[in-house]
């Protein structure tokens, strides 16, 4: 027990229109002040447990981050879903295409003008992301001191390059 009832002391702080309320305080008359290595050991400790508490914080703000990662991607009966769509989606359009090398369906302008227009709004975006990671690719691998093609292989970003897709090569097969 760290007081003896008769230790301890009340003190009325509420006016008396107020319900009363209490602070009690220990009687501290008999404890004797630290000394100064008594100090020094609370302050070095105290310190010791802010730093550890610092690092406890960045622990969970990393932690938090990756929790909200994993909440955010999809679970695999939603990505099978998705799988299933894209690959309808694919075979209608594969069929579509069938039909129209055949020469069985025609393009109209108005449909090739759209596919123009969609096409030059996703290149555009294409070549946005792909300016926008060699960027950060570019500043992180200068705050590592490394190359950033070594970099980007140790994240798993996959380039054009690394694939075999030329850009170039692929709008003169459009046009």
Known sequence: MLTQPSDISTMDYQPSRFPTSYHWNGL?????????EEVAAMDSKIS???????????QNRSLQGQLSGVNSTMTTEELKARL??????NQALSSRVERLSSGVESVTRADK???????MKFSKAWKSRKRKVKEI??????????KPKILAEEMGIETDEMVG???????GQIS
């Open 28 to 36: 501290q008359e008999d404890v004797a002040p630290p000394s100064e």
């Open 48 to 58: 010791a447990l802010q730093e550890e508490l610092m690092t406890l914080k960045d």
């Open 84 to 89: 299933l769509e894209f690959r309808k989606e």
């Open 113 to 119: 003008e759209m596919v123009d227009k969609d096409f």
């Open 137 to 146: 690719v570019g500043m992180l691998s200068e705050g590592m001191d490394k």
């Open 165 to 171: 897709l030329d850009y170039d090569k692929v709008i």
